[in-house]
């Protein structure tokens, strides 16, 4: 079956995207995969003097970026599908949200009132997101804008840049930060193994610690930038020989996209996960195997993003007094940096009572 994904490499100036590409094609193609690359917009159109300082304003440039963003995209994956290979990886140089960040909330409203958009149909359409840090942010001395005719950043608005761009990310189900705690070249292989993983090419699993935490600081949450809530519905399917099968459906603003995940023990705090997505007629089909004995599971996630690291805090309906915060990791021995709003008050990791499929039995 031809299996078409559509990946953003996004990040702040001089993070090594331009590198990237390159390793993201040798791995790839190895692999034997068609690897499709959409381009920086934003460079194309600067460097061709279509510029926010060129325009009438920088809302009439974003319309522009964003409507030729949306198209080339579009194009990519029209033409991946008349293509004969099986495996297509669409690798997007930014993506749509990553204009989010040269916006304020009320340019990026105006912009998606005139090209008919939806924030969560946009930030979504893309399957995962890898946000590469600037080199500003923990490796400065290899900060430069020499090599992009673009840039035009200092270290400190550069930083600030890498956060924005951050935050319009937050929200997505599978956003992941690559920082700078590692020389470049491992920088570059830990990006392509985490593509790797989440293509399936390497085992994918999933590492999660969990922990009980005080019922957090709604105000706190919903006024931080690099955090962005979401509504889920998740629904547990009948199954069988040990595997956990759901659907989900996550947006706001009666915006949903909907999905079907698959999960297996794979030994300690891993668990081997698949996910697809699905159509609104696919999800409400499979909700008539919805097992009986579970209820269905309404909460809201906060995604949060602290210190390149990606936490995902669930509020039930039915406490008022604490909630489950989430975290996924590679290594399961790496070091957690707590908010310090953040109150912990044991980790539940491993204790089937605060496992989702546990909240949803019906008593």
């Not at 969560?120 to 997101?129: I, K, T």
Request: with cysteine.
């Amino acid at each position: 079956m031809k299996k078409i994904t559509k990946i953003v490499i996004t990040g702040g100036p001089c993070a090594g995207k331009s590198t990237a590409m390159s390793w993201i094609r040798n791995a790839f193609r190895q692999k034997g995969y068609n690897v499709l690359f959409v381009s920086e917009t934003a460079t194309e159109l600067i460097t061709g003097g279509v510029a926010p300082w060129t325009c009438a304003s920088n809302v009439e440039y974003q319309k522009c970026q964003v409507e030729m963003q949306l198209t080339k995209e579009r194009l990519y994956l029209q033409a991946a599908e008349t293509m004969p290979d099986e495996k297509i990886l669409v690798v997007c140089d930014r993506g749509v949200m990553d204009n989010r960040a040269y916006m304020s909330r009320e340019e990026f409203d105006e912009v998606l009132k005139a090209l008919h958009g939806e924030e969560v149909a946009w930030r979504d359409s893309y399957d995962a997101v890898f946000h590469l840090v600037t080199a500003a942010n923990g490796a400065e001395k290899y900060y430069t804008d020499a090599n992009n005719a673009a840039r035009y950043e200092s270290v400190e608005e550069a930083i600030a840049l890498d956060d924005r761009l951050i935050a319009a990310w937050t929200g997505h189900r599978h956003l992941r930060i690559i920082d700078n705690s590692t020389g470049f070249e491992e920088k570059m292989r830990r990006l392509a193994t985490e593509i790797a993983v989440f293509l399936g090419e390497e085992h994918p699993y999933e590492m999660e610690r969990k922990y009980l935490i005080e019922y957090p600081d709604i105000e706190w949450l919903e006024s931080n930038p690099l955090c962005h809530r979401v509504d889920i519905d998740q629904t547990y399917l009948k199954s069988c020989d040990g595997e956990e099968i759901r659907v989900r459906r996550r947006g706001e603003n009666g915006n949903y996209i909907y999905y079907e995940t698959h999960k297996r023990p794979f030994g300690g705090m891993k668990r081997m996960s698949t996910e697809k997505r699905l159509s609104r007629p696919e999800y409400r089909r499979l909700l008539k195997n919805a097992d009986p004995a579970c209820r269905t599971i309404h909460k809201k996630r906060y995604c949060l993003t602290y210190d390149t690291q990606y936490f995902e805090i669930d509020i039930y309906p039915f406490w008022d007094d604490k909630a489950i915060l989430e975290i996924e990791l590679r290594d399961e021995n790496a070091d957690i940096r707590f908010p310090k709003e953040i109150k912990v008050l044991k980790e539940v990791t491993d204790d089937p009572a605060y496992k989702n499929a546990a909240l949803a039995r019906k008593e």
